[in-house]
């Protein structure tokens, strides 16, 4: 994590990000929406495994730099991520109506 966060912050630097539209949240979040879409499209489209793995990487990298970005530090990320895990892992796997299964946090309806 450290390296790529590094990586990150090397890459925001060079390009002058600080104060600048690329680190501000809308931007990014359209950025975010359009690297999805190219992840969609590899995946809807059989595109291969290469492909696959740089689409993910380009969602990797942009929210790394949301991190930089709102100046979230590695010891933060790390701390909120296994906070995070914790909570996740002791979560239950459930099939849902549709046949698809699901790891979420479910409640009793009444
Ligand atoms: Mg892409």
New binding site residues.
Partial sequence: MRKYYDATVKFHKKFKMKGTNNEDMTFRLNLLI??LG??AQAVTKGKSRENLI??NI??LNLILGNFVSLGISPEEIDEAFWKKHKKIMNRKKKKLKNGNFRVLEFRKSK
Wanted: hydrophobic share 25%.
């Fill in positions: 359009e690297e190219e992840l740089e689409e380009d969602l």
